[in-house]
């Protein structure tokens, strides 16, 4: 996913007002993949919205000491986003692995079976146990099931996780806290 350009930087301009507009595009750019990132088959708006919860991450950790107290809470929570994003990824990277295992050790064992068979007119039931892949098979599935399942109770994490978001005002604190300017200590 590429990232939002930000537009009107101004490098003689105060450091502050600029952290100020990235942090504005980047939330901008992370709050785009709602409500679609909220239906567990966007696979891709999922991994983008990751992605998206990266950049405001880091240019919030970067840049916390140049705005109001909330932006180090908001860091922690884009992070805590970034995280479960994450592990959402990872299962939506791995099941379709565990599948084909499943089907690649699956058609070794159709063709051990039909090795079996030689030359009758039809296949025997009993040669089609005890492939190769005979005890692979449970694994396999044992751990797709998993694999399916753990995605599906992180996915309803994500959606509570981002409701309590909308619930604190994630987003106006956000804005609100990159615009104020913490007092610059006394020499």
């Not at 490098?11 to 239906?39: C, S």
């Not at 109001?68 to 692995?97: M, N, S």
């Amino acid at each position: 996913m590429k990232s939002r350009k930000v537009k009107g930087i101004d490098p003689d301009g105060p450091l502050g007002d600029q952290l100020e507009r990235i942090v504005r595009v980047r939330t901008d750019e992370l709050f785009a993949f709602m409500p679609r990132a909220g239906d567990p088959a966007e696979v891709a708006h999922l991994h983008d919205m990751r992605i998206a919860a990266k950049r405001l991450r880091y240019i919030l950790e970067i840049a916390e000491e140049s705005f109001g107290p909330y932006a180090a809470t908001a860091a922690k929570r884009v992070k805590d986003l970034q995280d479960l994003l994450g592990e959402i990824h990872d299962c939506d990277v791995t099941l379709p692995r565990i599948l084909a295992l499943a089907e690649r050790a699956r058609a070794e064992d159709v063709r051990a079976a039909l090795r079996r068979a030689g030359d009758a007119e039809d296949l025997e039931p009993k040669l089609a146990t005890g492939g190769p892949n005979a005890q692979a098979h449970r694994g396999l599935a044992t751990l797709a099931i998993y694999s399916q399942a753990r995605r599906e109770l992180l996915f309803e994490r994500f959606v509570a996780f981002w409701q309590g978001l909308e619930r604190e005002g994630f987003r106006a604190r956000l804005e609100y806290a990159a615009a104020e300017r913490p007092p610059v200590p006394s020499p």
